[in-house]
């Protein structure tokens, strides 16, 4: 019974062995030199180094975190907002509110600027284009 498991065995590894997804080099290509031993031997020493210098980095950091919370409230953050809109800015409106849901337009106002684009040749084209295919739905399905 015991024979059978290590033939069983011996089968396995023979067959293992002959697994391979890469070609082994035959021994007559193969040339070796002092150097490249020595230098596969340091490329291991430092890999192994590094790998250690990690780990130990990783099990040995301690973080330590302190916040300071701001005191001085005099002061106001600007924020700037940039945002283009098709529309006159007397028909815009805009409800700023703060964290705590309160209006922010107690401590200051929202500044409106009307702002005009110059469109390159092709993009006046392509304007002109939309215009006229625009009035042209316009004529042909009037509104009700």
Request: aromatic content about 12%; charged content about 30%.
């Amino acid at each position: 019974m015991e024979s059978e498991k290590v033939s069983v065995k011996v089968r396995y590894r023979v067959r293992l062995k002959k697994l391979d997804i890469f070609p082994k080099v035959e021994d007559t290509f193969k040339e070796t030199s002092s150097l490249g031993g020595t230098l596969s031997i340091l490329s291991c020493l430092i890999i192994l180094w590094l790998i250690y210098s990690e780990i130990n980095y990783f099990l040995n950091s301690r973080f330590v975190f302190s916040f300071s919370p701001d005191i001085n409230c005099d002061e106001k953050l600007k924020i700037n907002v940039d945002i283009t809109v098709a529309m006159t800015c007397r028909n815009l409106d805009a409800d700023i509110l703060d964290s705590t849901n309160q209006n922010a337009f107690k401590f200051g106002s929202l500044e409106e600027e009307d702002t005009w684009f110059e469109l390159s040749p092709n993009q006046k084209i392509h304007f002109e284009n939309k215009r006229h295919f625009n009035s042209y739905l316009r004529e042909e399905y009037p509104r009700q």
